[in-house]
């Protein structure tokens, strides 16, 4: 069963600012929500994690409201090598410690 | 080592065949995932391994796929009489601890049945 729901795919162009959000209705007090980025032919790699409010680093913001129903990636001026694919996680509900990736969201970034 | 490691990193093998794909973790990482991924989907969790616990095998498509990890350390997930559907990229990761949200990925094997 799907935990997380987030666009199929989302299409944006150079230098723009792009925002993928996730919902998470089942989240559990303790968990964190965590984003993933995937290029082709390539395992996922971590890029941020939060448990409210806000978190930025040097790649993206996530933005999380006070239910924390649902989270924002941010990415910044977007270029075209962050074409990949973006994977929202939290825990499972009930304690499952195993990462469970969704489809994740597919971001194509155009000239 | 620096990262995890997967090898081989292409594999083609007759149908029926049997196949073994190796991950070497980060070093100190206690948990172990493999997860298994077909083109344009997601990753599909096959099997974790957590210290010296007996590992959750939850995932794992049907009796012929099984994983070992060996000291702690390096796991190999074993596939018997390969099938076409089996034909995937299977990832490896680790993380430092059971809980911690951040994975490492290794760059995966990608299975060809033919």
């Known amino acids: 069963l799907a935990k997380t729901t987030q666009p199929i795919s989302m299409d944006s162009y150079e230098g723009q600012e792009v925002n993928i959000t996730c919902s998470h209705n089942?989240?559990?007090?303790?968990?964190?929500i965590t984003w993933y980025q995937q290029f082709p032919s390539q395992g996922p790699r971590f890029i941020i994690q939060g448990y409210k409010t806000k978190v930025t680093n040097e790649v993206a913001s996530l933005f999380i409201p006070a239910d924390r129903k649902s989270s924002t990636l941010s990415l910044p001026r977007v270029s075209l090598s962050d074409t990949a694919v973006y994977y929202c996680l939290v825990r499972e509900s009930g304690g499952s410690y195993i990462p469970t990736f969704g489809r994740g969201t597919s971001l194509i970034v155009h000239p | 080592g620096a990262g995890v490691s997967q090898s081989p990193s292409n594999k083609v093998t007759e149908k029926g065949k049997d196949v073994e794909l190796r991950c070497d973790p980060i070093s100190g990482h206690t948990a172990l995932y493999w997860y298994r991924q077909s083109l344009g989907q997601g990753l599909e969790f096959l099997i974790y391994?957590?210290?010296?616990?007996?590992?959750?095998k939850s995932g794992l498509p049907s009796d012929r796929f099984s994983a070992e990890r060996t000291g702690g350390s390096v796991s190999t997930l074993t596939i018997q009489r390969t099938q076409q559907e089996d034909s995937a990229v299977y990832l490896c990761?680790?993380?430092?601890?059971?809980?911690?949200?951040?994975?490492?990925f290794g760059q995966g094997t990608r299975l060809t049945v033919v």
């Open positions: 089942n989240i559990a007090t303790n968990d964190y």
């Open positions: 990761a680790s993380s430092l601890s059971r809980g911690d949200t951040e994975a490492f």
């Open positions: 391994f957590q210290g010296n616990s007996a590992p959750d």
